[in-house]
């Protein structure tokens, strides 16, 4: 049963233009909230984290929104580069300790 | 301190031998995770330990498995009788106590053991 769905497993952006990457949940119990990076032969980079007390967390160029009424996370990278490029999954905790991960939504980031 | 090691990089082993991973996580974490992927999908969660403890496992963590942590520091994961269906990236994460921020943490992976059983 995957609990953290990623329905969307690639995308192609513009450099300069706004990547939005999306992830949708269904234990209404999780309430921590992670994006981690992945390069090919590499172990998956955090990028950032929400917890359920927030519905916007920012960092730079990227911004996590949470809509716990939608069950419904996204990750916004804007301006998208060329090093954006990366498979980006989105995980999910209840206990902060086992995170459900999606499987992940491939971004290539066109120059 | 340069992250979390995992040996080996690769393993091929045949089916039905043992296999053992190592991790190091970065010294000052006291919580270490093991995870498993395989092709198209997200890390799973097997795993935990807090200090040399080991708090939580996955269903997923059949009798073949077993995790070690014996003074809280390195991590080791043996898997027995390998089949064909134990080939997977096994990855390595740490983490220090959740800071009780409300903004959550995120842990810190190590690059992963592909294993290969043929």
């Known amino acids: 049963d995957q609990q953290v769905k990623q329905n969307s497993p690639s995308l192609s952006v513009q450099e300069g233009r706004i990547s939005i990457l999306n992830c949708d949940y269904t234990?209404?119990?999780?309430?921590?909230f992670l994006w981690y990076k992945k390069y090919p032969a590499e172990g998956p980079t955090f990028l950032i984290s929400?917890?359920?007390?927030?519905d916007k967390n920012e960092d730079g160029r990227f911004t996590v929104f949470l809509n716990k009424s939608a069950k419904h996370l996204s990750l916004h990278i804007v301006p998208s580069q060329p090093g954006d490029s990366a498979v980006y999954f989105c995980?999910?905790?209840?206990?902060?300790?086992?995170?459900?991960f999606g499987t992940g939504t491939s971004l290539t980031v066109i120059p | 301190d340069t992250g979390v090691s995992q040996d080996p990089r690769h393993k091929i082993t045949k089916r039905g031998q043992n296999v053992t991973f190592r991790c190091d996580p970065i010294?000052?974490?006291?919580?270490l995770y093991w995870y498993r992927q395989t092709l198209g999908q997200g890390p799973e969660f097997l795993t935990y330990f807090q200090n040399e403890a080991q708090l939580e496992k996955s269903r997923l963590l059949s009798d073949r498995f077993s995790a070690e942590r014996p003074k809280g520091s390195f991590s080791t994961l043996e898997i027995q009788r390998t089949e064909q269906g134990d080939s997977a990236m096994y990855l390595c994460?740490?983490?220090?106590?959740?800071?009780?921020?409300?903004?959550?943490?995120?842990?810190?992976f190590g690059s992963g053991t592909r294993l290969t059983v043929v």
């Open positions: 929400i917890s359920s007390i927030k």
């Open positions: 994460a740490s983490s220090s106590i959740r800071r009780v921020t409300g903004e959550g943490y995120g842990y810190t």
């Open positions: 995980a999910a905790s209840r206990t902060g300790n086992q995170f459900y």
């Open positions: 234990n209404s119990m999780f309430d921590y």
């Open positions: 010294s000052e974490h006291n919580r």
